[in-house]
């Protein structure tokens, strides 16, 4: 039986060369995508360990909670537990770790890296162990300061430049006195680290006298276990927590690989969708055969072979075109993840160095996934292949594909089409998070409803497109016929279309009409021309709001002040603006009361007013940081957003009692409204400072556009997996067309049609599948995306459904651009076909 | 139509090879299917081609048709050289020019018989002549069979619908290859009688590959192939004739 499988793989090579192909490609993603995680993740906890070498125990501040009236705040980390902690018999040595937002300018005056990853720290003493110095010397005082290597490589500098830099606000311009290496992960991943003396580091990052972390360094032969035990019986119970330098290690390669399984989860998903699609295109191949073989299949049945003979037969035939897939899909993948890495080295992402790493599991996986993908699409072709009646093999016309009835086959698509369409319906009027489960199940159960029903549906939707296909003639109308002479196989190449399409548009519409419902809640909230905030959005020293309200031109201005209060016993931010103008620079929908803030006066978001059960007029005590309490009474409620949300308390009220007074956002409203001079004032009033964001409505607009583009573009390349794989199975359908038909195209061909005619039958035949494909996959993706959408309306009030008509017009030409290329040779082969062959060919 | 137009259609000839070779493959391997053939079909005449298998009788009308190319000599039809012409001129001469029916019926499955017998012309995108059709339609006898596609009919009915696709265009010549190979002896005789109707009635050309000396005693002539050559020529054959001549053939063949 092996050997006779085996032929068989052998004499239909090039018919079985596109369900390699897919298979490797599905395979070749999922290896690839293990190969590049694993070799990143382990390059990561590589040097996260290294990073870790200095340390032995580390100290950090306990929390102390809240209670009653009084406010949550951190124990203090200062150079007396410093001290306390070097005197412990088994510590070599304590350093104090100071770290913070630093941004830092390029010499173009731009921020170096992503605002997130612009870290300051400190200069430990004149020879820090944690950085070793490549040039120059530790720095001092406010003037001077160290660079890594890395950042001052990309940006040119070297010692003795000056460089702008900014913390919290107000623009530095010290001198580099040195460059350092260093292991740290943020810095390998392409941010940039700075460094003052510790003392300079304090004061800058407002916390002077204090450190964020403690490193502790264990003398040689004391362990960090023994080290941690001193140092929890030298410091007071609750006030510092200890970890080991190991534990620190072992936490970080824990959320390292955390990060990656849901990077890798993710891509496997995309993987998984290409492999499902393939599937399509294996049943349909490995259905072709065994239809061209029932006499050779008869045969054997007639000399004595039992049904499960046939149908094992027709899987160790799928078996070995699965294996041949899976270890070329390996290979490919391999290549794919090392490709990858070097991809992301060459932007400026860079990861740190290590092995290319090929776990076994890969490798088991790999195969496994192909193996059996494949066997199980050709499961039910083989079992066709074993209810071949062994009379058949007297027959000489060898048995056309039967025209079982599809009955039954309709009847189930559509009980499980109309089921989907039910849940999907019903959890599009539950409430947001509720309905997630519901509707990601109805959207499974629709999808797998029509694709039973797809060969139902290509006879009316073909047949619309009559109209269109009769301005081609004889080629047109014979293509229209011809496509929907094999409904299941018609309906299997374009479900593999669709599947892809549903996600793709799916995602179109969700992401646009998200898109749109926040730039309009922007739009309608935000009344302030412009609003400045952090690059990393850090706080903003309270100075910038000051030159901010002396820059010419600008009539109003108010911070957004943030300061933990304690209500009713529990915690609750409070948002100090400026009462007098906040009402031109925001305007939320009032609910009740009205809009004013100041002095005792606040509003309050609806949503929160309802948890206190409160109404225009209810009055509330709260305990401010300092311990201090004021009677609030509620003016008005609003309906919240994401620019807008809480307490809006007068910061006149809410600034005295905060520790430290700083602002998360500061909002503009200028006389002249928004201009590229108005914003180049405001930008020059602040100094140029590259840590600072100055942005109008349509630049917040623009940085949500950009995100959703962002997210877009990564789903749609992801996708086009899927769709290159279902390209593959519109050409394998067509070969297999012109193959079984080529009696009758050499009739064609005898009695007058020209190549030109031959040709552009096969490439309308491809091009009304492709489409049809298309057609279901955006009909079916524009409903997923209003059903999502009813969901998100319910937190989104602004939400709305917006029809993306161009990308959908856009998808359809890729669609019939598919069908074209796909038909390229196939419609070459039709047109060379030797006439007389195929005519005698019986 | 008159006698005397009819004469004078018999002398004219529809389709002409002269000197025509067909050699495949080169040196050692080289086998000659056509030799130097000449032969004139003339217009109005129902000719029928026979000889053992590997004669050559094939070959002779594929080339004739224009459905193969031949290595040298000529081919005309009508007043066209066909040897001069491309795949693109060959395909609009076959189209317009020439009808065909084959052993294995060849139509399509998707289209309905009255959709078969249109089928040239709607490849030339051409309106067909309605008394025409029906005329046709009537003497194979589909007019009840029209909305029928071809699994639904029988053999003899389905290669009915090949001969009024041949004959609908009103093609200057019409090639049968084996028309009733596939046929029972009852289906043979119909689709037989159709085609010495068409010459007789009205006026067509036919020439025919068989076999079968039945089927060659419908034809006015029967040309006999071997070895790529002419090697005889009968004139009102009937099936005990040809198979004499046959017999004879194949005794010589024996002894030679």
Not at chain 1, 682 to 689: F, P, R, S, V
Request: proline share 4%.
């Amino acid at each position: 039986m092996f050997r006779t499988a085996l032929r068989n793989v052998l004499a239909h090579k090039a018919r079985l060369l596109m369900t390699v192909l897919a298979v490797m490609l599905g395979v070749a993603f999922v290896s690839g995508t293990l190969v590049f995680t694993n070799t990143i993740s382990d390059a990561y906890q590589k040097s996260s360990a290294k990073g870790f070498d200095q340390v032995d125990v580390a100290l950090t501040a306990e929390y102390q909670d809240a209670k009653g009236d009084q406010v949550g705040k951190l124990h203090e980390l200062n150079q007396a537990v410093l001290d306390k902690s070097e005197r412990v018999p088994g510590a070599a040595s304590a350093i104090g770790v100071v770290q913070d937002f630093t941004a830092i300018a390029g010499k173009d005056g731009k921020l170096i890296g992503e605002g997130f990853q612009s870290q300051g720290g400190n200069y430990w003493g004149t020879k820090d162990p944690r950085y070793p110095l490549v040039s120059g010397h530790a720095p001092k005082g406010r003037g001077e300061i160290l660079i890594d290597s890395e950042t001052a490589k990309r940006a040119g500098y070297k010692v003795g430049d000056t460089v702008r830099m900014s913390v919290d606000g107000p623009v530095l311009t010290p001198r580099i006195t040195g460059i350092f290496t260093t292991d740290d992960g943020n810095v390998a991943a392409g941010g940039s680290l700075t460094l003052f003396d510790t003392a300079t580091a304090q004061q800058l990052f407002g916390k002077a006298g204090l450190y964020d972390q403690i490193d502790v360094k264990a003398k040689p032969g004391v362990t960090q276990a023994a080290l941690k035990a001193e140092l929890d019986k030298a410091l007071p119970k609750g006030t510092v927590s200890t970890t080991t330098g190991k534990q620190l290690a072992d936490e970080q390669a824990e959320a390292i690989s955390r990060s990656m399984s849901g990077m890798q989860t993710a891509l496997l998903v995309f993987a998984g969708i290409a492999l499902f699609v393939g599937t399509f295109i294996i049943a349909n191949t490995f259905t072709m055969l065994v239809a061209q073989r029932t006499k050779e299949l008869a045969l054997m049945r007639a000399v004595g072979a039992s049904r499960r003979q046939v149908t094992r037969s027709v899987l160790i035939e799928a078996f070995v075109v699965g294996a041949v897939a899976a270890v070329t899909g390996l290979v490919a993948g391999i290549g794919i993840g090392a490709g990858l890495r070097s991809l992301m080295g060459s932007f400026d992402a860079t990861v740190p160095d290590g092995p290319l790493i090929v776990k076994p599991a890969t490798i088991v996986t790999a195969l496994a996934v192909g193996i059996l993908v494949t066997m199980l699409a050709a499961w039910l072709p083989g079992r066709r292949a074993a209810k071949i009646p062994p009379v058949a093999a007297m027959n000489s016309v060898h048995a056309k594909a039967t025209t079982k009835s599809l009955v039954l086959r309709n009847t189930l698509g559509a009980l499980v089409s109309a089921a989907g369409i039910a849940v999907v319906l019903a959890a599009s009027t539950m409430d947001g998070s509720d309905g997630q489960v519901p509707m990601g199940f109805g959207a499974a159960l629709l999808i797998i409803g029509v694709f039973i029903l797809t060969p139902l549906l290509s006879r009316p939707l073909i047949a619309a497109a009559a109209p269109v296909l009769r301005v081609f003639g004889v080629s047109g109308k014979l293509a229209r016929q011809n496509s929907v002479r094999n409904p299941r196989r018609t309906a299997a190449t374009a479900s593999a279309l669709m599947i892809g399409l549903t996600l793709i548009t799916g995602m179109t519409v969700m992401a646009g009409s998200l898109q749109q419902a926040i730039e309009k809640m922007a739009s309608a909230s935000v009344k302030a021309d412009y609003v400045v905030s952090m690059a990393n959005g850090n706080p903003l020293s309270p100075d910038v709001e000051k030159k901010l309200k002396q820059t010419d031109g600008v009539t109003a201005t108010s911070p957004m002040v943030n300061g933990e209060s304690r209500i009713d016993g529990e915690s609750h931010y409070l948002t100090g603006v400026n009462g007098a103008a906040i009402g031109d620079l925001v305007g939320p929908e009032v609910d009740e009361g009205s809009f004013k803030v100041g002095g005792t006066d606040i509003v309050v978001d609806s949503e929160t007013a309802k948890s206190y059960g409160w109404k225009p007029g209810s009055a509330f005590t709260a305990a401010f940081e300092d311990g201090e309490k004021q009677r609030l009474t509620v003016a008005g409620t609003y309906e919240s957003n994401d620019f807008l949300r809480g307490i809006l308390v007068d910061e006149k009220v809410l600034a005295p009692h905060l520790v430290d007074p700083y602002n998360m956002k500061v909002m503009v409203k200028t006389a002249d409204g928004t201009s590229g001079a108005t914003q180049d004032r405001l930008e020059k009033a602040l100094g140029t400072n590259p840590a600072i964001k100055v942005q109008d409505k349509q630049d917040i607009s623009n940085e949500i556009a950009q995100m959703f583009t962002l997210m877009l573009n990564m789903v749609y390349g992801l996708l086009a997996m899927a769709v290159i794989v279902a390209v593959l199975g519109v050409i394998n359908t067509l070969a297999m067309s012109v193959f079984e038909r080529s009696q009758e195209i050499g009739m064609l061909r005898a009695i007058g049609l020209d190549r030109k005619g031959i040709k552009r039958m096969v490439r309308l035949e491809s091009l009304v599948i492709s489409l049809f494909g298309a057609v279901l996959g955006i009909g079916l993706g524009v409903f997923f995306g209003w059903a999502a959408g009813e969901l998100l309306a319910t937190r989104l009030p602004t939400y709305e459904l917006v029809l993306p008509w161009a990308r959908i017009g856009i998808f359809l030409l890729l669609a019939a651009t598919v069908g074209v290329l796909a038909a390229l040779w196939p419609a070459r082969r039709a047109a060379r076909l030797n006439m007389l062959e195929a005519i005698k060919a019986e | 139509m008159t006698t005397a137009s009819l004469t004078d259609r018999a002398t004219t000839v529809a389709a002409r090879a002269t000197d025509l070779s067909k050699i495949y493959g080169q040196g050692e391997t080289q086998v000659v299917a056509l030799d130097r053939v000449s032969i004139d079909f003339r217009q109005a005449e129902f000719t029928a081609i026979m000889g053992p298998s590997g004669s050559g009788k094939s070959t002779l009308m594929h080339c004739v048709a224009g459905l193969d190319t031949f290595s040298s000599g000529s081919v005309r039809i009508g007043e066209t050289e066909l040897g001069s012409l491309k795949d693109k001129q060959l395909t609009k001469l076959r189209r317009d020019k020439i009808g065909f029916i084959f052993q294995a019926f060849n139509l399509l499955p998707t289209l309905t018989a009255l959709e078969n017998i249109t089928l040239p012309m709607d490849i030339a995108g051409r309106k067909p002549d309605r008394q025409w059709l029906d005329s046709v339609i009537g003497m194979v006898g589909l007019a009840d069979r029209l909305g029928h596609r071809p699994s639904q009919l029988s053999g003899g009915q389905q290669q009915r619908v090949a001969v009024a696709r041949a004959l609908a265009s009103r093609p200057e010549i019409i090639f049968g290859d084996e028309p009733t190979g596939n046929l029972d002896s009852r289906s043979g005789a119909e689709v037989l009688g159709f085609l010495r109707n068409s010459v007789r009635e009205l006026g067509q050309t036919v020439v025919m590959v068989t076999h079968d000396p039945v089927a060659a005693a419908y034809a006015d002539r029967v040309v006999f192939l071997a070895d790529g050559r002419i090697v005889d020529e009968m004139h009102g054959p009937t099936a005990d004739s040809v198979l004499d001549r046959m017999k004879a053939f194949d005794a010589k063949g024996r002894t030679s």
